[in-house]
């Protein structure tokens, strides 16, 4: 297909497009004349992932030439791909040097060891964690690491099943770009699902005459 059909397939623009090709997000066509390109199948599946790392995973371009360079790399292991998805997720912001950054620090490494996680503590979502803590401290919502062990436990089994559905169901030779997937989306769908329980359980605990239709109020 020209560049036009895969744009109308993809929604994604034709400068976009190019862009992309300009950026090595994605391989040039098959030049068929000396101004004309031809695209094909996996043009058309790299650029939907690529949209989907973005506008749902939230990732920058930058972010996403990263991940996708870890995907290509032949034989390159399948959990050093996973964690090329993985430290693209999350924020950027300074960890800090007050006490309360360095006690979040602390708690987040004596959970990792505590729970027997394989990960390196100095990893981008440790660094996440422990930026989160640090604001529940300064707000002096200190406690709430008191949860975090409910959230692991939570979390393990979010991960086993990620993992899981990813064995059963796709293919070897897709199984790398389908972690990846799980990864960067898989978060996202997680994440809605927890606003959506909390709507579910705020109306249960509060009652429904106060407030309590969550979402379902804010249609109407």
Request: avoid cysteine; proline fraction near 4%; aromatic fraction near 4%.
């Amino acid at each position: 297909m020209r560049i036009g059909e895969l744009s109308r397939r993809t929604g994604v623009p034709v400068p976009t497009i190019k862009y992309y090709v300009r950026e090595g997000l994605l391989p040039q066509g098959e030049l068929s004349s000396p101004n004309q390109a031809q695209y094909g199948e996996a043009h058309e599946r790299r650029l939907r992932l690529i949209r989907a790392l973005l506008e749902v995973g939230g990732l920058k371009v930058a972010a996403i030439a990263e991940v996708l360079e870890a995907v290509d790399e032949p034989g390159r292991p399948l959990h050093k791909v996973l964690g090329a998805a993985a430290d693209r997720l999350g924020g950027k912001g300074a960890d800090g040097d007050d006490p309360e950054a360095a006690a979040a620090r602390t708690a987040v490494q004596e959970l990792i060891a505590r729970r027997g996680w394989r990960t390196d503590g100095s990893s981008p979502a440790a660094a996440d964690l422990a930026r989160a803590l640090a604001a529940l401290n300064r707000l002096e919502h200190g406690a709430f690491a008191e949860l975090l062990d409910d959230y692991a436990d939570a979390a393990e089994r979010v991960a086993r099943a990620d993992l899981g559905y990813v064995g059963r169901r796709v293919a070897v030779e897709d199984l790398v770009e389908s972690v990846v997937i799980g990864t960067v989306l898989g978060e996202a769908v997680f994440n809605a699902l927890r606003r959506l329980a909390h709507v579910d359980a705020s109306a249960r605990l509060y009652g429904e005459g106060d407030g309590g239709d969550g979402d379902r109020g804010r249609g109407k």
